[in-house]
C-alpha cells in the first residue's frame, strides 16, 4: 500500500493530488480543480479545467460564468469518474446540495475520500449520502461540538407555518442562503403541504430555476419585487441573509424574521442575526451525524478540514481513532450559509 | 415548563418592549397558580437557590460529558446554562409535564450536596428548552429583558388592575404571589398591607420646559444631586426602597438603624463630603456606597451616608398621600426634628423673590450635590408616577439625559484594554431603543474600571471590537446641545456628549425618552 502522505498534500489553499497534478476544492485559481460543490468557499472561477458532477458544473456556470460546455470542464454522474496520473476519481452523493459530491480517489491500493459539505438527512433536493468506505475520511466538521444536534426538520417547518398562520397581517421573511438551503426550504414546506405561492428575493430566482430544470418541483414561485405589499400578507418570503435587515425587507408587510440556519441552534447567535423566528434547518451534518458517519466510514485515518475541528478532533481522541486537523483557510462561507 | 420555556425562547428573540410586554400578558392570563408567579419572580431575577450555582451544574457535565468537549462548547456558546442545556443527553422515554412550581421546590428545598443528583432528575425531565429554562431559572442570569417595572405592568394590563396598585403591592408579598393573583382575578380583596412595609410608588417630575411657572402656585426646593429613596417603617421593621422598588437597606444599615418612626418619607440619600465641609459630597462618593450588600467599617467612616427629607407620605399610620403639598410639607417640618439630625435632614424650601431670582440662584448654585431646582405645586396631592403640571425638575446647565447604554468600544492607547467607548439610545414612543449618541469621556478611572467590568459581564452579542451589552445600565449624559441629525435613526446628534454620572440606581426603563431630547433641540 502506497503511503497516503506522499500523493496528497493538504494545503491552507486546498487538498493537492500530486500524481494527478490537480487540486480539490482550491481557494485560488489552478490548472485543474476537482470540485465537490457549488458554494463559493468550494468552487472559484478562473480554473483551467474543472472537474465536478454536472448539476455543480451548471451552478459553477449559473454563478461564477463558468463555462460548462467548454471541452476542457467535466461533467460527471455519481460513481462515475475519471482517471487521471494513475489516479481514479469518482464522484459520490455528499447529500448537502443539489450535485453535491464526495470525491474518492484511488491509488495504488489506498482510498482516499474528500466528502466536502455533507449531511445525512433526507433532503427532497438532492440525491442523499452514501458511505464510501475508505483508508482516509477527509471530513468537514462544520458543526463539530456536540451542543450542535439539529432538531427534525419537520418541526422546524412547523413552526415556520405555525409563525405565518399565527399572525395573518404579516409576512414570515426567512433568510436561507441562494444555493441550497432556500430551495430546500421551499421543498419542505411542499411536503408539508404549504402549496400557496412562496414569494422570493430576486437573488434567488436563478438558483430556484436551475433547480427546477434538475427535476427538483419547487411549486409556484413569485417575485416580491413584482408583488403588492398588501399580497404578501399571511405568507412566506425567502431572501438571502443579507437581505434580511436591509432595507429591501421594508416592501415587506411589517415581517417576522426567520433565518434557516444550525447555528440558529445558539440563541445569542440568533440574537445576533437580530431572528424573531430561530429555525434549525442546516445543510451541514450535526454532531450525531458527524460522528455516527465516522464510526460508520471507520477509517484508518480521519483527516479535519473546517469548522470545529478541535472538537471533532477530541472525539477521535476519545474514541481512539487518528486524526488530524487540516487547516484549511478560506472555509469561512458556511457562516452564511450552514 | 414548556409554557415558561416557551415564553423565555420568545422573550429572547423579541426586542420591542411592547411585543415582550404582550408576551407576558399573555403567559399570565393563561397560566395557573403557582406557576405563572414563580415564573414572574424568575424572570424578574427575585428568587435564589443558595445550593445550585454554576460550578453545581459544570460538576454535574463532567460527569455526563467530556470536560474537554464541556470547554470547547462552553467556549462556543458562552453561557454555562445555555451550554448545559444542549449537551444535557435527552433522557429516553415519554417525560410527564414538569411544571415549575414542581421546579421550584425540588431546587428549594435540596441541599449543597444534594444539589447534582436534584438537578440531573429534573434536566432528565426535560428538552433542550426546558432544560435551558431550568437551568435560567436555578442560576439566575435571565437576561430577556424583563425589569421588574415590566412585569408590574404586564400584570396591571393582564387583569386591568391600576399599577399604581400593583406596585405597591408588588414588593409586600412574596413569590409565587398568591395573594396578588387572587386580587387581579376579582377572586380576593385587595391584600391588606397594614402590617408590612411596602413600597409606595414615586411621584416624579417632569422636565420643566416652560419659560417659567408662578411662584404662589408651586414651591421651589434644590433638587439633590443623591439617589431617590423611600424610608419606610412598618410592621416592625425599617426598609430602604430605591426607585425601581428595590430594597437597599443592606448597604445603609446606619440608616436602618437611625430611622425609628413609624412613618414613611421620601428623600435624597446623599453622603457627607469632608471637603465639603461636612456638606453632601458629589455624587461620586455616593457611588462608593452603592450596590453593596456588606458595608465595612471603613467605607461607613468615609463615605457616611444621610438623607435629606422632601416629603412625609404616612405619619403614625396615617396615609398622607392624599394631602396637598403644603399640608405633608409643614408636617413634615414639624416630624423631621423627631429623627436624628446625624443622618437626616430638612431639604430647604428656596425663597425666592421671583422666578428670574429663583433662575439666578438656580445659575449661582455651587454646591456639588445640587443638581438644579424642584418646582413643586404647592397644591398637589402625593401621586404615583409622573403627571402634567404638579412636579418640574429644573436641572442645572449643562443639558443632561438619561440614556441607556447599547454597545461599547475598545478605546486606544492606554485604555486598549478597556470598554471605553459607549454608544448609548433613549427610548422611542414605539418603546424602542434607539442610539442617540456616543461618549468615551467623563468617567474616573475607577469608574472605567467598573464599566469595562460591566460591559465584559454583561455582554450579549460581539461585533468585533463592539459589544452589545445588556440593556439595563443607565448613564447619565451631559452635553452642551442636541441637534437633528440623518446620520442616527434617533434622528439627534449631540454635541460634546461625556458621561456624567453612572446611575446605577435607575431602571433602564425611566431612561429619557428621544421626545424629551427633541424638545431640547437648538
Known amino acids: ?338 | 415548563m414548556k409554557r415558561f420555556a416557551a415564553l423565555i425562547d420568545r422573550l429572547i428573540y423579541t426586542r420591542s418592549r411592547n411585543s415582550k410586554l404582550a408576551l407576558i400578558v399573555d403567559y399570565l392570563r393563561h397560566t395557573p397558580d403557582p406557576d405563572r408567579g414563580w415564573a414572574i419572580a424568575a424572570l424578574t431575577e427575585s428568587l435564589d437557590f443558595p445550593a445550585v450555582k454554576a460550578g453545581t451544574v459544570r460538576a454535574l457535565l463532567a460527569t455526563r460529558i467530556d470536560e474537554e468537549l464541556f470547554r470547547l462548547s462552553r467556549h462556543f456558546v458562552g453561557d454555562t446554562a445555555e451550554t448545559a442545556a444542549l449537551l444535557w443527553p435527552d433522557a429516553p422515554g415519554t417525560k410527564a409535564e414538569l411544571s415549575v412550581a414542581e421546579a421550584v421546590d425540588a431546587l428549594a428545598a435540596t441541599s449543597r450536596s444534594d444539589a447534582p443528583a436534584v438537578v440531573a432528575s429534573l434536566l432528565d425531565q426535560l428538552d433542550a428548552d426546558g432544560r435551558y429554562a431550568l437551568l435560567k431559572l436555578a442560576l439566575g442570569g435571565m437576561r430577556v429583558g424583563v425589569s421588574a417595572r415590566l412585569a408590574k405592568q404586564a400584570f396591571a394590563q393582564a387583569f386591568d388592575v391600576p399599577v399604581d396598585d400593583v406596585e405597591e403591592l408588588w414588593h409586600a408579598i412574596a413569590p409565587p404571589y398568591a395573594p396578588l393573583f387572587a386580587w387581579g382575578e376579582g377572586r380576593a380583596e385587595r391584600p391588606d398591607l397594614a402590617d408590612v412595609a411596602f413600597f409606595r410608588p414615586f411621584m416624579l417630575a417632569h422636565p420643566l420646559e416652560e419659560e417659567s411657572v408662578d411662584l404662589a402656585d408651586y414651591a421651589a426646593e434644590w433638587k439633590w444631586d443623591g439617589i431617590r429613596v423611600q424610608i419606610v417603617h412598618g410592621g416592625g421593621e425599617t426598609r430602604i426602597y430605591s426607585r425601581g422598588g428595590e430594597e437597599i437597606g443592606g448597604a445603609f444599615p446606619e440608616l436602618v438603624a437611625a430611622f425609628d418612626q413609624d412613618a414613611v418619607i421620601d428623600g435624597e440619600l446623599l453622603v457627607r463630603g469632608e471637603v465639603q465641609g461636612g456638606e453632601a459630597a458629589s455624587f461620586n462618593a455616593l457611588q462608593q456606597r452603592l450596590g453593596r450588600k456588606t458595608v465595612s467599617k471603613k467605607m461607613l467612616a468615609d463615605y457616611p451616608a444621610f438623607v435629606r427629607v422632601y416629603d412625609l407620605l404616612a405619619l403614625d399610620g396615617d396615609d398622607l398621600r392624599a394631602l396637598p403639598w403644603t399640608e405633608r410639607r409643614r408636617r413634615l417640618e414639624a416630624f423631621v426634628p423627631r429623627l436624628a439630625a446625624s443622618h437626616f435632614d430638612l431639604s430647604q424650601v428656596i425663597d425666592p423673590t421671583d422666578f428670574d431670582d429663583l433662575a439666578k440662584r438656580r445659575a449661582g448654585a455651587r454646591d456639588a450635590a445640587i443638581e438644579g431646582v424642584m418646582l413643586k405645586r404647592r397644591d398637589a396631592p402625593y401621586v404615583a408616577g409622573r403627571r402634567a403640571g404638579l412636579w418640574y425638575k429644573w436641572k442645572r446647565d449643562p443639558l443632561t439625559a438619561d440614556c441607556v447604554m447599547m454597545y461599547a468600544q475598545r478605546g486606544n492607547g492606554r485604555r486598549a484594554s478597556f470598554y471605553s467607548d459607549y454608544t448609548f439610545g433613549c427610548w422611542s414612543d414605539a418603546g424602542e431603543l434607539l442610539p442617540v449618541g456616543k461618549a468615551y469621556s467623563g468617567f474616573t478611572d475607577a469608574e472605567l474600571k467598573w464599566l469595562d467590568k460591566f460591559v465584559r459581564d454583561n455582554t450579549l452579542n460581539r461585533f468585533g471590537p463592539v459589544r452589545e451589552v445588556e440593556k439595563s445600565l443607565v448613564l447619565e449624559v451631559a452635553f452642551d446641545s442636541i441637534h437633528s441629525s440623518k446620520r442616527h435613526k434617533s434622528g439627534l446628534a449631540m454635541r460634546f456628549p461625556r458621561i456624567s454620572r453612572i446611575r446605577r440606581d435607575k431602571p433602564a426603563e425611566e431612561a429619557d425618552r428621544i421626545a424629551t431630547l427633541r424638545g431640547m433641540v437648538t
Open chain 1, 1 to 338: 500500500m502506497a503511503k497516503a502522505k506522499t500523493w496528497i498534500e493538504p494545503h491552507p489553499g486546498g487538498i493537492y493530488v500530486k500524481p494527478a497534478d490537480l487540486w480539490i476544492d482550491p481557494s485560488r485559481p489552478a490548472p485543474r480543480a476537482a470540485v465537490t460543490h457549488g458554494h463559493a468557499d468550494h468552487a472559484r472561477s478562473g480554473h483551467g479545467a474543472v472537474f465536478a458532477t454536472s448539476e455543480t458544473l451548471a451552478i459553477m456556470a449559473l454563478r461564477y460564468g463558468v463555462d460548462a460546455e467548454a471541452s476542457h470542464n467535466q461533467a460527471y454522474g455519481y460513481g462515475d469518474g475519471f482517471e487521471r496520473g494513475g489516479v481514479r476519481f469518482s464522484f459520490h452523493p455528499a447529500g448537502h446540495v443539489l450535485g453535491s459530491a464526495q470525491i474518492l480517489m484511488e491509488y495504488a491500493g489506498e482510498r482516499i475520500v474528500v466528502t466536502g459539505d455533507y449531511k445525512r438527512r433526507v433532503d427532497p433536493t438532492c440525491a442523499r449520502f452514501e458511505v464510501v468506505p475508505c483508508d482516509i475520511f477527509i471530513t468537514e466538521a462544520t458543526f463539530g461540538l456536540p451542543v450542535f444536534r439539529h432538531p427534525p426538520t419537520r418541526d422546524e417547518i412547523a413552526k415556520l407555518i405555525g409563525a405565518v398562520r399565527a399572525e395573518p397581517d404579516r409576512s414570515v421573511l426567512v433568510g436561507a442562503y441562494a444555493l441550497g438551503k432556500a430551495q430546500r426550504v421551499i421543498a419542505e414546506l411542499r411536503a408539508a403541504g404549504w402549496d400557496a405561492p412562496i414569494y422570493i428575493h430576486g437573488a434567488l430566482e436563478k438558483m430556484c430555476a436551475l433547480y427546477a430544470l434538475h427535476g427538483v418541483d419547487l411549486g409556484e414561485l413569485r417575485l416580491v419585487s413584482e408583488t403588492d405589499k398588501a399580497a404578501m400578507a399571511g405568507q412566506i418570503v425567502l431572501a438571502p441573509p443579507s437581505a434580511l435587515n436591509d432595507r429591501w425587507s421594508r416592501r415587506l408587510p411589517d415581517p417576522v424574521t426567520a433565518m434557516a440556519s444550525g447555528w440558529m441552534r445558539v440563541r445569542q447567535r440568533a440574537r445576533q442575526r437580530m431572528v424573531e423566528l430561530p429555525l434549525v434547518i442546516s445543510d451541514h451534518a450535526d454532531w450525531d451525524e458527524l460522528t455516527a458517519t465516522i464510526a460508520e466510514v471507520n477509517p484508518g485515518e480521519t483527516w479535519i478540514t473546517h469548522g470545529s475541528e478541535d472538537g471533532l478532533l477530541r472525539w477521535c481522541e476519545l474514541t481512539q481513532r487518528k486524526a488530524r486537523a487540516l487547516h484549511l483557510v478560506g472555509r469561512d462561507l458556511e457562516e452564511e450559509e450552514a
